[in-house]
Structure formats: C-alpha cells, structure tokens
C-alpha cells in the first residue's frame, strides 16, 4: 500500500495504483474521455492531468502516472484547469458539435465536461476535419466525425470482447476508427461499445432518435436472454422500455450486457398475446378471463390427476413455477418438468447443477477444462470473464476444451476434440491435459448443456464428476465442478423441484401421449409435433408462438419487465427483478393467474399475492430467502453410471443460432436481422 | 481508401516461392510468440511480390490478412501498420515509384526543379499521380536521410543523389527504356565524401586517397 496526499486528504491505495485511482479514493472526480477502469490504459487524451508536487514535470496526466509513497496530488488549481480547457480546446476542433442531433446527447463525457473546460466560442478558423463513417452491423450506428480517438473501443473489442475488430488507421489527424472489413461486428458483446464510447460516435442503431436519455426512468431488473442473470436497467419512456443497460456488478456481469439482452427490446412489443382466447369449435375466440379461468378449471376438473403436466419454459420467474407446480401437485400429479430440452441432472446436491466455482471465481482458477459447452454463445459476459483470466500477466490460464466448437472461443484453447471418449482417456491419465488439471491449485471444469441433453448425459455426468474428484477440483475452500446454464430459470426450476417427482413424466413423456392436459408455461422451444391432438394444452406465456398456435387455452402472460420476478442464474445466485411496465392489453401476471384458477378448483394455496406466495418459497427452499450468492453444498461423489458407456456421436453445440433462441428475441426484427447477417452472410447489404 | 481502390482490389493473395524464403528468414529473427514484430518486414515482402507480379508495388487488402493470419493477429492490426507508414502503397502505382524528397536540406539544393523536371518527363501534374502510360508515379517524401548528397531522388529502393534538372531527365528516360542505371550520387562523388577530392574541415582540399 502506497499513502498518498491528494488535496491535503490523507489515502491509502495498493501500489502500482495510478494517481487517478488515488484521487478517486481520495472522493475526488477527474475528467477523463481514454480512461476507463475495465480497459488498459491509453492516456491519450490528457483530460485527466493533475499536478504533482516536485516532481520533475508538475503536470502529469493522473490516469498512466503510477502512485509514489508520500506523493502530494492536487487536483484543482488554475494551471490544472487551464491544461484542461487547452485540451478540450484541441479536441473540440474537430468535433461537430452536432449535440442537437446526436443520441449521445445529455450523456456524453465531452458536453458534461464543456460544461466545466470548455470555451465559449472557438479560437480556430480552418476547415474542420470529416471522417467517412463506418459500417458496423445493425447493432451499432457510427458517426466518425465525433469520435475523440480515445481507442476505448478499440481496447474493447481487443480485451474484453476478444475480437480485435477495431483498429485506428492513419496517423496523426487523420487517424480513424474502423473494423478491418466493414460488416457485421462478431461479437455477442459488442454493444457494450456504446456505452463505452464516451461521445457520440458509437451508438445504438436499431434504436436511433427514439429517445432522449433524460426522458427516461430507470427500473432494476435482471436480463433473462442467458442464465448469467446479467444485473441490468431498463429505461422506461411512458409504458415502454426504451433501452436496457447493464448495471454494475463485479460479482455477475461487471459492467457489460450481451447483445441479445440489450437489443432483443422490440421483440416485447411484438406478437405479444394480449387477450385471453379458448378454443371452440376448432378455432380459437376472444374470452374474458373469469370465463377462460373458469373453462381452465372445468377442463382440470375432468381428466385424471396422473394426466395432467406442466412444463416451464426458459424464461419463467421462480414465482409462477412455484405457483404452478403448486397446483399441479395439488391436483394430484407429479408430472412437471422445466427442463423443455430434456437435460440430465443430478440434484441430490444444489452444487451437482450449478456454477460452484461463482462467476467471480473464474479469476482465481487456474486451469479450465470445458466438456459440452460454447460459453461464448451460451453466456458472452461469462465467456468475457474467462477471457479476463486467460488475459491475466501474472499466472497461466490453459484452457482446453472438449465438445464441438461453432466459432472462436475468443481466447486460445487447446481443442482436445469432440468425441466424450475424451473424459474417459482424462480419466485414465492417458492425456497430458489432466497433469495440467492435476497439478492446478484451482482447476475448474465447466460442464454444459452439449454434454447433458444427450441419451448417455449421466454417465458423462458422472464421469465428469469423478474427474473433477480426480484432478482434486472439490475441496473445502475450491469447488471447481461447474454446470453453465444458459436458460434463465433453469436453476429456480431445479431449486423448486419442478421436474418430475416418483412416478412423474418427464417433458418426453408428457409430449408422447403421457398426459391429456398439458400446461405449457411459457414453454416455447419444445417440440410439440409429436402431441396428440386429443391432448388439451393450455399455453400460458406472452409470446404467439408454435406451442400458442396448438393450444386450447391461451393464457396470455407478462415478459420479465412486466412482472417483479425472482430469478436464479447459473450459480446459483437469487435476484430480484422489478416490473417496470405494464403487461399489454389483458395479459396478467403468470402466477395470479395460476392463484385464480387454484381457488377455482379449492386447491388450498398457502398464498394470495406476491409477499405470502415468496414466503411460500423460501419454505420450500430456504435458498431463497436471501437474494445474492448462497453457498452450495459441495458437489457429490460418483454414483453407479460412472461405469456405463458412452455413445459414438460427437459432443455438439446447444445453440445454433445465438440471436434467436427465446421467444422475445425471436420476435425482435433486431435479432432476425444480426442472425440473417451472420448466418447467411450473402444477404448481407454491400455497403 | 478510395473508391477506386476498391474496385481494383484483388481477390486473393498467396505468397510466392520467392517470398516465402524471405518470411522464412525474416520470422527466423523473432521469438515464436512475438511473430506479430514482424508485420513492417511482411509487408514489404507483399509489396514487392506485387511488384515482380503486376509491376506494382502495393499491399492490396486481402494481402493484410494473408499477412495476419501468418503472424496470427487480427487483420485490423496489420491494416493499422499498412496506414501508418507512407511506404506502403494501398493503392496501385506505376512501375516506378519516383520519390523526391521535399525537406529544407534538399529543397534549399533544388529538389523544386527536380520535381519540375520528373512533371515534365512523365506527364504528372501532381503528386501523387501516376503517368498515363502507368509507368511513373511520382510522391513527394520528407527527409531520407542523405541530406549531404541532396537533392535526393528516390526510385523504388534506390537513392540517386545529387540530382539536377538534366540528370533526373535522362534518369527517367533510361527507366522508360528500361534501363537501370546503378544508383547513388549522379556527379564525381564516392558515397557521401566530399566533391572530387576527399578533404577534411582541416585540412586543404587535397588527393587523400
Ligand atoms: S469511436 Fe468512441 S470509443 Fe472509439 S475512439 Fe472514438 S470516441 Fe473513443
Ligand atoms: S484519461 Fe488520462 S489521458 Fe485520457
Ligand atoms: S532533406 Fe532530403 S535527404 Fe534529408
């Protein structure tokens, strides 16, 4: 630790601080545009000089100026702020000053700090200089001429993203911004550049000139697109979200949101189901909903409990699973399944299925094995974290991965290959990855849903379970066995129990003429062709999508930024999101829907809103008491299948297209139009 | 990068025989995991096997991130280093490239008339033209270094030094003929030693060999 005085303000910081950091402790503010504390350092825009008593040039600029034990920091004095209006001086000349017409305006580094630095009128009299504005995807809209150089997003997309698309060519006043080709950019965060452009030259394309940024209300939630539970902010104009951002969480996402999450926005306007609908006569007609609850409630009243199933989709709050499974078993049946992709789990321990080592905890790995999984597709902000550890100077990171591998994994891997074979040759010893595994203080293993959907996931299972004992992956302080979701309420789901207890049917059972009812809560990525048509299937869930068209009932539901939910990301961690709009039209909350027909049916429910129907929860699982991290139990020894066999076939991807894989980013013209470009490059617009 | 530039893009690049030897030798001077330090030197090999192949010497895009991929780092990288330096050419030239330098040392020895006389000789009337019969560009360059001998003319590689209106003519003249004549000062010099006789500040201009 290095003490330091920043305007007579006494401060401690770690050495090697810099002296912004310092002054930052010290609750000081420094203006800066290069300066951004998740990227390297540039110090190219000297916005952030401060002055250093005796040292050799007094003026330093804070952010690349390392802290000295005794240093005397001022941060405010007329030489100071006369640097500072001589470089905002320089970076104005070429800018446009276009703030009227600019989305950057009234969040922009550089209007605030004209505000403080800036001169009334311009001393310079030349031509401004223009910059041909570049092509990046429909995700980001450029205005060149605005841009400062900063190069944050040239850092961005080469540290944090891993892409390396963005390069400043030229030099001097003719140095540009630019991706090598202009198309599409390839990451699944590039978003994040947005905010990380401090002006105006990179900013939200699908959603230019819709808003100003201080129309805006902010409500907490939690991105429900992946199961990182990415802590993000929608802003609400009216009774629409506007934009979502990422909120800051060094425990789950830092500051970064995936693109899906940020853009899928239009897809909550679109084909929503806003009105209850039954279907008579073969065709479905508007109802009201005391006449739809009561039909539900007729229809449940007639068929055996046994014959009754629910499933729950990927993106369902904890509260409308419970109150679902609640009924079902209080009808009788045992038959709920949320894992609409038929995943194996063990979950005799919490830690058997999910992310033990946190998301934070990646940084302290040191060795990766991933069996089954693409994260990079499956959780970008979770991919961003390896990366930051494999990034790290001080300590190695090897990583290997086993598994088919769409794409670059954005850090470099060594591909074992894709045969589960693989596990077992670790096993044995017989690979020279596992001596990296084994001689690894905090080897980690991220096993993914590639390896759990298949007819042989236990006994991958398990052996990857005894791998992880083997390498010494599991021991009190290091819990190195990781199961990456990528279904937002997939854990909730496990920690409710809504999967089939005793003689329950699976959602395969249930689809194959197991059940004559089926409650399909928003379960849209199941595949219903195989259904009986005598089947009555009530689709609860707020999209119009396949399993809406085949349903008798339509119930119609609230996106996560209708409702206040309670989520459960991949490691297990309990969030809360807030209901920032309305639903549209009639649609409901899914869970007092579910109450309402309870009471139809004098299924006793120990619950009536929102606050008793949580109590309820946490008696259920007491892991839901208190949002943020729980503790999992460290994850179990082999069971019996560690013997049984693997099957031929190659461990595949689970995604196949990243942009679409829930119902609201398939209804967003957003996210149709990035999976068209990068998946069908040739209808790409020549630009 | 112009319009035109796009249009006479090639489609691919692949090393030659040639080339592929000097890569060998240059990559043999850098660690394994710093190949990236490499990036000026490939370049210029590109650059010169579009000059053998098209009697260009240019770096077209696709040659970047032929370049790239060899040195494992993304193209935008290579496409940063090929911007930054006027040596590479991004866009076509004449076969060739007639670089004057403009810098005080020889502007104050004439380089204006050498500029003039390479105008006259090749039809350009700006720099950064190319001649109609697509064999001259002509560039004007800052300092290159050999003040002592200025003005200088730069062809290609090759330094002619002491350069006059009628020497830069009958230079261009060769070249269109096809003729090189061997580079270095144009007048009764050896290197950079003193005019006709060696002598030192010293000592009397006097026979020292
Ligand atoms: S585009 Fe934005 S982030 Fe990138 S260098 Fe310019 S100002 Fe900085
Ligand atoms: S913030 Fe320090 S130089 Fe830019
Ligand atoms: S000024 Fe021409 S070579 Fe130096």
């Known amino acids: 630790m290095a003490k330091v005085i920043v305007d007579g303000i006494p401060v401690e910081v770690p050495n090697g601080s810099s002296v912004l950091q310092a002054c930052e402790a010290a609750g000081k503010e420094i203006p800066r545009f290069c300066y951004h504390d998740k990227l390297s350092v540039a110090g190219n825009c000297r916005m952030c000089m401060v002055e250093i008593t005796g040292a050799r040039k007094p003026l330093v600029s804070s952010c690349s100026h390392p802290v000295m034990e005794g240093m005397h920091v001022t941060t405010d004095s007329e030489t100071i702020r006369t640097a500072r209006r001589s470089t905002m001086e320089l970076l104005l000349i070429n800018h446009p000053l276009d703030c009227p017409i600019c989305d950057q305006g009234g969040e922009c580094d550089l209007q605030d700090q004209a505000v403080g630095y800036g001169r009334d009128c311009s001393r310079y009299t030349d031509e401004k200089r223009a910059v041909v ?47 090598f080709i202009e198309q599409s950019l390839v990451s699944e965060l590039s978003g994040n550049l947005i905010d990380v452009c401090p002006v105006g030259a990179l900013t939200s394309k699908p959603t230019a000139f819709h808003y100003r940024s201080w129309e805006l209300k902010n409500t907490d939630s939690i991105d429900v697109v992946d199961a990182v539970g990415t802590n993000i902010m929608l802003q609400i104009r009216g009774n629409e979200v506007m934009r979502v951002l990422p909120r800051k969480n060094d425990d789950v996402n830092e500051e970064w949101l995936s693109d899906k999450g940020r853009f899928s926005l239009d897809g909550l306007k679109r084909r929503r189901l806003d009105r209850p609908w039954i279907k008579k006569n073969g065709k479905l007609v508007e109802a009201s909903w005391t006449e739809t609850i009561q039909y539900v409630a007729d229809k449940l009243k007639t068929v055996a409990a046994d014959r009754i199933g629910a499933i729950a989709g990927d993106l369902c709050d904890a509260e409308s699973m419970l109150a679902l499974k609640h009924l079902v078993n209080g009808l009788g049946s045992a038959n709920t399944d949320c894992r609409q992709d038929n995943a194996y789990y063990d979950i005799s321990e919490r830690g058997n299925y999910v992310f033990n080592s946190s998301i934070a905890g ?97 006994v991958i299972f398990e052996k990857t379970m005894a791998l992880a004992n083997a390498i010494g992956a599991v021991s009190e302080d290091w819990n190195g066995f990781n199961i990456l979701h990528h279904a937002a309420s997939r854990v909730a789901g496990l920690d409710l129990g809504f999967i089939p207890q005793g003689q329950g049917k699976d959602v395969a059972a249930m689809i194959n003429g197991g059940v004559d009812v089926l409650w399909m809560l928003g379960a849209d990525e199941v595949d219903i062709s195989t259904l ?30 209708e409702k206040s939910g309670t989520y459960v990301n991949t490691e297990g961690r309990v969030q809360r999101s807030f209901r920032a709009i309305c639903p549209p039209g009639e649609a409901k909350e899914e869970w007092s829907v579910i109450c309402s027909i309870g009471q139809a049916l004098a299924v006793e429910q120990p619950y009536q809103n929102l ?23 460290v994850a179990v020894s082999v069971g019996d299948g560690a013997q049984g066999n693997f099957e031929k076939q190659p461990l595949t991807a689970v995604i196949s297209d990243y942009f679409l894989t829930n119902s609201i980013s398939r209804a967003s013209l957003t996210m149709n139009e990035c999976s068209k470009l990068r998946y069908a490059p040739s209808a790409e617009a020549a630009e | ?185 144009m007048i009764d010099r050896f290197n950079s030693a003193p005019i006709g006789k060696k002598f030192s500040q010293n000592t009397e201009a006097k026979d020292v060999k």
């Open chain 1, 362 to 458: 990646i940084e302290d790995a040191d060795a990766l094995l991933v069996i089954g999984s693409f994260p990079r597709q499956e959780a970008p902000v979770l991919n961003a974290r390896i990366r930051k550890r494999w990034l790290s100077l001080t300590e190695q990171f090897p990583i290997a991965y086993i598994g088919e591998l769409p794409d670059d994994p954005t850090y470099k891997i060594d591909h074992l290959g894709e045969s589960p074979e693989l596990i077992n040759e670790l096993l044995a010893g017989n690979h020279a990855f596992v001596d990296i595994l084994k001689n690894a203080k905090r080897p980690m293993i991220i096993l993914g849903h590639g390896a759990l959907i298949r007819p042989d996931s236990k």
């Open chain 1, 611 to 633: 606050e008793t129907l949580r109590q309820y929860m946490t008696e259920v699982n007491p892991v839901f008491a208190q949002c943020g991290l729980v503790k999992n139990s």
């Open chain 1, 133 to 179: 504005d570049k092509y990046m995807g429909p995700l980001i809209r450029t205005v060149m001429t605005r841009c400062i150089q900063c190069t944050r997003c040239i850092r961005f997309t080469n540290e944090i993203a891993g892409t390396a698309e963005l390069g400043g060519i030229y030099r001097g006043t003719s140095l540009e911004i630019t991706p």
């Open chain 1, 532 to 561: 009986s048509p005598e089947c009555f299937v009530i689709y609860q869930g707020h999209h119009g999508e396949r399993a809406a068209s085949r349903a008798d009932v339509i119930l119609p539901g609230a996106t996560y930024t």
């Open chain 2, 1 to 185: 990068m112009s319009e035109k530039s796009m249009n006479i893009q090639p489609a691919e690049f692949t090393f030659d025989q040639e080339s592929e030897q000097q890569i060998e030798k240059i990559l043999a001077k850098y660690p394994a995991a710093r190949k990236a330090s490499a990036v000026i030197s490939l370049l210029y090999v590109v650059q010169n096997q579009m000059n053998r192949e098209t009697k260009s010497a240019w770096v077209p895009k696709v040659a970047m991130s032929v370049v790239a991929k060899r040195l494992e780092i993304s193209p935008v990288r290579v496409f940063e280093v090929a911007t930054f330096y006027t040596m590479f050419n991004l866009e076509p030239i004449g076969q060739y490239h007639l670089q004057v330098c403009g810098t005080t040392p020889c502007w104050l020895r004439g380089s204006d008339d050498i500029v003039t006389a390479c105008k006259n000789a090749t039809g350009i009337k700006e720099f950064g033209q190319t001649s109609d019969d697509g064999m001259f560009t002509l560039s004007e360059v800052e300092c290159l270094g050999a003040c002592a001998n200025a003005p200088i003319l730069q062809v290609d590689h090759d330094y002619y030094e002491d350069m006059t209106a009628e020497s830069t003519t009958k230079l261009i003249d060769l070249l269109r003929q096809g003729n090189k004549p061997a580079h270095g000062s």
